[in-house]
């Protein structure tokens, strides 16, 4: 037998070799992207309308309001709040900054 035909034979065993390491390498870059990916993507949520500051504003009556700072207007000397659905007088009320749960 000649030296070429010594390294002609076919090995099957050195294709198998090439096909797994390919695969592998295929499956190991994927697995990889996607940790880098799952990492570097956040999805963040949209940020509310914060209303302000907790107050708490104290009436001449004694009562209390609790309230937060964005929904008290002052209007032509007077003290409004206002909400969604209601707008009262707070007229005379004293505010303190002060948190409440």
């Known amino acids: 037998m000649s030296r070429l035909k010594r390294y002609m034979i076919y090995k099957p065993w050195v294709s198998l070799k ?46 209390e309001v609790y309230t937060y700072e964005n929904l008290i207007q002052s209007e032509n000397g007077k003290l409004y709040y206002k909400g969604d659905r209601s707008e009262i007088d707070l007229t005379g009320g004293i505010v303190k900054y002060e948190d409440w749960e």
């Open 18 to 63: 090439i096909i797994f390491l390919l695969v592998s390498l295929i499956v190991l870059f994927f697995l990889v992207a996607k940790l880098y990916l799952n990492k570097t993507i956040v999805i963040e949520s949209p940020k509310k309308d914060e209303p302000g500051e907790k107050i708490i504003i104290v009436l001449p009556s004694g009562k």
